[in-house]
């Protein structure tokens, strides 16, 4: 590993930042963060970023893309190991940070759906993606057990957007789950999960929301309306 601090380029809001971030304080490796305006992306940004996102993990001269890269990266250069060992049981934790990034998609689709119908789509669709993580969790605290894995990295970014729809209405998403609520709650304790983002992270998440002039927004400004009508 490089003896030069990494630099993370992030942005306030990136869920995909956080788990960069939470696995670099799970491993307890020092980094600067820099926030950029991804709505002016700088020029040095663009020549570090071929597909211009963020999170961008900065090593001396070299500078590695995609989130799931840099936290393999991580995992390979440090030696407080948060994948499982066993190859089928690290294979399925793979995949299941595949299915909080599709998650974090289908999110970005609920919060902008122009319309009610296209809304309620999204809504079905999150609520399914949410009880299928419900069958795949163990007995907790955590994913697969006591220990905090990269699988739960991905996840914790997922369920800040929960707590900002619970400020808006009752949508249904965790009807008939039974062990979402203790690994919702597992997660929002983590340290590493606390201090991954900004005291203004939630005002600023919600502003986003209120900004994107979708179906969603327009609730934010009836919340009353909002409960149990998705
Ligand atoms: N697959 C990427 C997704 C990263 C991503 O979507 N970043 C967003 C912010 S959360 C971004 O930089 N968007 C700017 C853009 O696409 O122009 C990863 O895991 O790093």
Redo the contacts with the bound molecule.
């Keep these: 590993m490089t003896t030069e601090p990494y630099v993370l380029v992030s ?1 306030t ?5 956080q ?1 960069a971030i939470i696995t670099l304080t799970e491993k307890a490796v020092p980094f600067h963060r820099v926030d950029i305006d ?1 709505a002016n ?1 700088p020029d040095w940004f663009r020549v570090i970023s071929p ?5 961008v993990l900065q090593i001396g001269n070299d500078a590695l ?4 890269v ?1 936290v393999e990266y991580l995992e390979e250069v440090t030696d407080q190991p948060m994948h499982p060992t066993d190859p089928l049981e690290k294979a399925r934790h793979r995949a299941w940070i595949e299915m909080a ?1 599709a998650t974090l998609d289908t999110i970005a689709g609920l919060y902008a759906a122009p319309d009610a119908a296209a809304f309620e789509a999204k809504r079905a669709a999150l609520a399914d993606r949410l009880a299928r993580l419900n069958a795949a969790l163990d007995d907790g605290p955590y994913f697969s057990g006591a220990k905090f894995r990269l699988v739960d990295a991905a996840w914790a970014p997922v369920f800040r957007y929960l707590d900002a729809f619970d400020g808006i209405g009752d949508f249904r998403l965790l009807s008939g789950t039974d062990k979402i609520a203790g690994y919702r709650a597992a997660l929002a304790a983590r340290p590493s999960v606390r201090t991954a983002v900004a005291a203004d992270y939630p005002a600023r998440l919600l502003d986003h929301l209120r900004q994107r002039g979708s179906h969603l927004s327009q609730l934010m400004d009836q919340p009353l309306a909002a409960a149990g009508t998705a």
Excluded: D
């Excluded at 597909?51 to 999170?55: A, E």
């Design positions: 942005h809001l990136c869920p995909y930042v788990r991804l992306k597909l211009g996102r963020v999170p893309f995609e989130s799931a840099i990034s």
